[in-house]
């Protein structure tokens, strides 16, 4: 198994409270690794680490044989780490397609400039109606995205992780707010992240059966510290797991 990439001995300090404490973590290529943990745990501090919003008060986070720990938000999603569901990164006054468009542009890594190359902006744009397909919002192309429902923008924000080609997607709380009976569409589209397009998912979730379904381990958190990093069975079997979650519904 590849390690996508590698968390060492990693702590967060925020004006004297401990709240992230010595997490040394593996994540392998195209895993799908769920996090839990209660309220508080850390789970957003450890995506915030991962993402480089903040930087750790000790420790390394590392991306193959790279040290990223010090590295900007902007140099990480160069190097193809994406975060989600953050409703910044929908333009809402622009269609869906030309939100998918400008993503898949930025990601070509080539010149704005269209007219000079014109085969080029067909072809993404192709692309961008081809994952609008995959997402299901094809038939909404054209429409402002401002006025998508609220579970039709997190499908959108997956299509464009998608056309920005991340490999390490991190999801935070991708069902919240979505109403019951859209979570298994977001579910089986998550799903095609590892299975169809090969990224490795990182995905805090409050479900427990969206965990279940979807992790290929859980690691769980709790008062900022790693309880364990298991196959799903394990972790509910694990008794210091159970005994974590005493009153918190598992
Ligand atoms: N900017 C901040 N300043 C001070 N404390 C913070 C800040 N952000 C988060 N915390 C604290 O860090 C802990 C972990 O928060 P968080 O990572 O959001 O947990 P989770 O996502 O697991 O619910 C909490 O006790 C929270 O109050
Ligand atoms: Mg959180």
Known sequence: MTSAFSIEDLSLSIGGALILEGITLDVNENE?????GPNG???TSLFNLLSGIRKPTRGKIRLGPTDIT???VHRRAQLGIARTFQTSSIFT???LLENVRI??????????NFTRNAYKFEEIVAQSYELLDHVGLKTQALQRAGSLSHGDKRLLEIALVL???AKIVLLDEPMAGMSVENVPALVEIIRTLATVHKKTVLIVEHHMEVIL???DRIAVLNYGE????????????NPIVQSAYLGVNL
């Not at 799908?32 to 839990?36: A, K, V, Y």
């Not at 993503?103 to 704005?112: D, F, L």
């Not at 790693?226 to 509910?236: G, N, Q, R, S």
């Open 93 to 95: 006054n622009l269609t």
């Open 32 to 36: 799908t690794l769920g996090i839990i």
């Open 163 to 165: 056309a920005s080609k």
């Open 70 to 72: 010090h590295m900007s």
């Open 103 to 112: 993503a898949a542009q930025a990601a070509s890594g080539k010149s704005m």
């Open 226 to 237: 790693l309880l364990v990093c298991d196959t799903p069975d394990a972790v509910i079997a």
């Open 41 to 43: 745990a850390g789970k």
């Open 213 to 215: 379904g979807l992790a």
